[in-house]
């Protein structure tokens, strides 16, 4: 009646809304904390529904890493670097990030590396050799790829 009452939400309804937000999608433990804090909950009833979460399988950091990694290799053709990177912020262990890496197969990574590579190289219209050279590089270190690959990608391309 007089301004905003603030809508308070109850502990099933949080634990079906979370529940509901894991289904959907892969989530960490970040994501749900996140969440979780949005819903201005105290902190025992944001234990309990993370518990919950976890017993029941709806919430598993190992899941949520490999699925992170196959993704964002596959889709955004992002490199290990990239990945642990993002990871990391999420608060991944590395136990997980290192599982996650067996997901991708080296061939595949390599294959794509080198697709990727290429075609950025083809389609950077610099006339400049230096600064395609450096347009290339910028690109392939801030998508995560190695170091090492990318320098060794970039002469060859321009040798």
Same mark, same amino acid.
């Given at each position: ?13 949080? %634990?079906? =809304? ?16 996140? $969440? ?6 105290? !902190?025992?009833? =944001? ?18 890493? $490999? ?10 053709? &992002? ?14 262990? !590395?136990?997980?990030? $290192? ?7 080296? =061939?595949?990574?390599?294959? %794509? ?6 075609? $950025? ?23 995560? &790829? ?14």
């Amino acid at each position: 009646m007089y301004g905003n009452p603030i809508k308070s939400t109850t502990v099933t309804e949080a %634990t079906r =809304k979370m529940e509901h937000y894991c289904a959907y999608q892969e989530r960490c433990h970040k994501d749900v904390e996140d $969440k979780l804090n949005t819903m201005k909950l105290i !902190p025992e009833a =944001k234990e309990k529904i993370i518990l919950h979460l976890l017993e029941h399988n709806f919430l598993n950091e190992e899941r949520f890493a $490999k699925a992170f990694a196959r993704g964002k290799f596959n889709i955004k053709k &992002w490199g290990k670097e990239r990945i642990t990177r993002e990871l990391k912020y999420r608060k991944i262990s !590395p136990y997980n990030i $290192k599982t996650a890496f067996k997901e991708i197969p080296d =061939k595949d990574y390599l294959e %794509t590396f080198h697709e990727l590579a290429e075609k $950025k190289y083809h389609s950077i219209t610099e006339s400049d050799k230096n600064k395609k050279r450096r347009k290339l590089i910028n690109y392939l270190l801030y998508r995560g &790829w190695e170091t090492h690959l990318v320098y060794e990608k970039v002469n060859e391309l321009l040798s």
